[in-house]
C-alpha cells in the first residue's frame, strides 16, 4: 500500500518537472560586477533573488530558456547602454529596458539590490499579463543610431569641456585681481593679457591653453563632421548642425505615429494638476529628451528671425510683434513654437505635408 503510494508521488513529480512552463520572467538590477536576478514563475510569487557575475549571466539564461514557452526580462536604463538588452534579444529572450524610477513606492526607507529586482519582476509580472502601464519601456535605438547619437553628443560634452576649463582659468586670474570674459585664452587676447600678468600665472595659464587648445580642435573638428553629414535641403535657419542633433537624438521618426507623441517626447507639453473641482495649469513638464528640447527652443528663435512668412511664425506674430509684448510672454511663444516646430519636423520628415504647406523657405538642393 505504501509503495503504491510512493510511486503516485514520484509520477507526480515527474509529471511537474516535464511541464513547460508558460511564462518566466526575470527582473534584473545591472551593476557593472554583479547582476541580480528575481524569477517568477507563471503566475507564482518571485523566488528568492540570486547574484551572478556578468560573464556568467548569459551562460545562465541559456538554462532557462528550455523552462518555458516565453522569457521575459526586464532592466532599467543606465550607464550600461543596450548591449545586455541586445545580448538577451540575440538568445531569444523577450527583453525590455524601462525608464528608472523609486522602485521603493512605500518610502519603507529598505532599498536595495534585491528588493529593487523583486520590485522590477513584479511590475514585469503585471506588464507581460497586459497591464502596459506597470513599466514604462526606452526605445532601444539600433546599433547605426546609438552610434550617431554618440557622435553628436560627444560633441556636446566636448563644448562644456572647454566652458569649464575656460572658466578655470578665468577664476584663476579673478583671484589676482583680473576680471577677464570669455575667450581669454585666444591667440589675440591672449598676447595683450599676458603682457599684464607676472611669470609665475602666465605659466600656470598657460597649462589651461595646451588643454584648451586640443578640445577646440577636437570640437571644431567634430562639429564639422557633423555639419557635413546633413543633407544640403533644409529649411532656412534650421543650419546643418540643429539639424543632424535633432535628428540624431529622435532617431527614427516614423516610431511614432501622432503629433501627441512627438509632443510628449520633447517634454514642452504643459503640466496640469487637476482634483476635483481644482484644475491648474502648471509649466512644461521636461519630461523626456533634453538635448532634443534644447535645440527645438534654439531653432525656434531662429525662426522668428529667417522664417517670417512661415505658418508657425505668423500664428505668434501678434506676440512678437506686439511692442509692450512682456518678456515671460515671448518665452511662452517661443516654447509652444518648439513643440509644434517638433511636430512640424515629424510630419515633413515622414512625408505626411510638404515644406511649402508649412511655409519654410527652403535653402540649398535636394539630392
Not at 538590477?29 to 533573488?49: C, E, G, K, M, Y
Not at 587676447?189 to 605659466?203: G, M, V
Request: hydrophobic letters at 40%; one cysteine or more; glycine letters at 8%.
Amino acid at each position: 500500500m505504501n509503495s503504491h503510494k510512493l510511486n503516485t508521488s514520484e509520477v507526480r513529480a515527474d509529471q511537474v518537472a516535464s511541464s513547460k512552463l508558460q511564462t518566466l520572467k526575470l527582473g534584473l538590477d545591472v551593476h557593472a560586477d554583479t547582476i541580480v536576478v528575481v524569477r517568477i514563475l507563471d503566475n507564482s510569487a518571485p523566488q528568492p533573488a540570486q547574484k551572478f557575475a556578468p560573464t556568467k549571466f548569459l551562460a545562465w539564461i541559456k538554462t532557462q530558456l528550455p523552462l518555458a514557452e516565453q522569457v521575459h526580462s526586464c532592466y532599467e536604463a543606465g550607464p550600461f547602454g543596450y548591449g545586455l538588452h541586445r545580448d538577451l534579444v540575440a538568445l531569444g529572450v523577450r527583453n525590455v529596458v524601462v525608464q528608472p524610477v523609486c522602485l521603493d513606492e512605500q518610502h519603507t526607507g529598505v532599498n536595495h539590490d534585491k528588493s529593487d529586482a523583486k520590485q522590477l519582476a513584479l511590475r514585469l509580472d503585471r506588464y507581460v499579463a497586459g497591464n502596459a502601464h506597470a513599466l514604462a519601456t526606452v526605445r532601444v535605438p539600433t546599433p547605426d543610431e546609438e552610434q550617431k547619437r554618440i557622435q553628436s553628443r560627444q560633441r556636446e560634452q566636448l563644448k562644456r569641456e572647454v566652458k569649464r576649463v575656460a572658466a578655470q582659468g578665468r577664476s584663476l586670474l579673478l583671484t589676482q585681481g583680473q576680471r577677464e570674459k570669455k575667450g581669454w585664452w585666444e591667440d589675440r587676447r591672449w598676447a595683450k593679457l599676458q603682457a599684464q600678468l607676472p611669470d609665475w600665472l602666465s605659466e600656470r595659464l598657460e597649462c589651461f591653453r595646451r588643454v584648451l587648445a586640443l578640445l577646440t580642435a577636437e570640437l571644431d573638428a567634430a562639429t564639422t563632421a557633423l555639419e557635413q553629414a546633413a543633407p544640403a535641403l533644409r529649411p532656412k535657419g534650421l543650419g546643418g548642425l540643429s539639424y543632424e542633433v535633432v535628428q540624431r537624438e529622435v532617431g527614427d521618426w516614423q516610431r511614432f505615429t501622432n503629433r501627441r507623441q512627438v509632443g510628449s517626447y520633447t517634454g514642452l507639453c504643459g503640466g496640469v494638476s487637476a482634483s476635483g473641482n481644482s484644475h491648474h495649469q502648471l509649466p512644461i513638464t521636461k519630461h523626456g529628451n533634453v538635448r532634443l528640447r534644447t535645440a527645438l527652443v534654439e531653432l525656434a528663435w531662429r525662426l522668428v528671425l529667417w522664417q517670417p512668412d512661415c505658418v508657425l511664425v505668423k500664428k505668434w506674430g501678434h506676440v512678437f510683434g506686439h511692442p509692450q509684448a512682456t518678456k515671460a510672454a515671448k518665452k511662452k511663444a517661443i516654447v509652444a513654437m518648439a513643440r509644434q516646430m517638433a511636430v512640424d519636423l515629424w510630419r515633413w520628415r515622414t512625408g505626411r505635408v510638404p515644406a511649402e504647406t508649412l511655409g519654410w523657405t527652403m535653402v540649398g538642393t535636394a539630392g
